[in-house]
């Protein structure tokens, strides 16, 4: 295994949940040779989740120049309705984030479970001054949209996904096909949304069909963030990606899912894998399956790991404006009732940036 030295490599996809994240984050962002990392939030997910906003800001205050943050919206209730209250408009949310320093905006809405929850389609008006806002101001979004189609089939799902409460087989959630109906609906309001959907939009057991998806949309990337069945699929097509691979080299973005409950797996085991595949042309066993390496040229690698991500939030992270960072601390304290962690993350929050001061 010859992978590459001194190679620039920013992961533009790790996951932050509590206070204990930070040192988890501190310690993989120094010790994997990472360069930088974007911290993507999930406080969409629902009101005991809106904490991570925070987090991912105090991450990045406390790591100038080597963490981007990609912030979230936040959700008065479930299911929505035409009526969200003024302290949840979503143009505002992403006013605010942006101003107090976040590089861009992740969404999980796509997600089956969280789409059954918000209950209105992807694509509805309700969301058109908010993506066409993010077009206008270009925004980069990171947007995680379907799942795996062996999730929808209940003699091909995997144990986890029964586990998580990600089957989506019982005639309660929204087909895969659906939601990219939704996310066409979308691009086709709003074509030049800078968007990155997640996972490679489950879409690596299809080549010709995400050759389809790019050549359509101009303005969309993929990341190749695990579900470990991308790389299956991958590797029973290697002649077939790599051209791929190549041909779309500034459309691809590098990024692992990390956070420090480590489902997916540790640190090296998926960052080891990962630039295995990408770099060299072994045929290894790891994961369950067979993996068969690309062996892709240097100049698509470094477009992958970091130029093409740098394209979208920059090549240097905006700076946390920490009095916003605080004031929302004490705004959010104020209308999310149904988040107790905040009496506890607030003021730690405080209490580290005074230390900092």
Known sequence: MNLHNNIKIVDSHVHIRSFESLDFLDGYLKKYNLNKINIVSLACEDQSEITQNLLCALFKHMHPGNAYAYGSLMYPYYPLDDMIPDEYNFVDQVKRLMDM???GIKML???PTLRKKIGVPLDSPIFDEYYSYLEEQKIPIVFHAADPETFWDRETAPEFSFAQGWFYGDGTFSEKET???????ILNKFPNLRVTFAHFYFLSNYVERAQAFLDR???VSLDITPG????DNFSRKPSEWKAFFTEYKDRIIFGTDMEDSMFQGGPSDIINTMRRFLETDDKFDNWGFKINGLALDKAVI???YCKNFESYAGKVPKRVHVEMLLDECRRIRGIAVESPALNTV???IGKIINEMR
């Open 101 to 103: 320093g976040f590089d």
């Open 109 to 111: 809405e796509g997600k």
């Open 179 to 185: 939601i990219y109906k939704e996310i066409n609906g």
């Open 217 to 219: 949309w101009k303005n």
């Open 228 to 231: 470990r069945e991308m790389y």
């Open 302 to 304: 470094d477009k992958i």
């Open 346 to 348: 607030v003021p730690e």
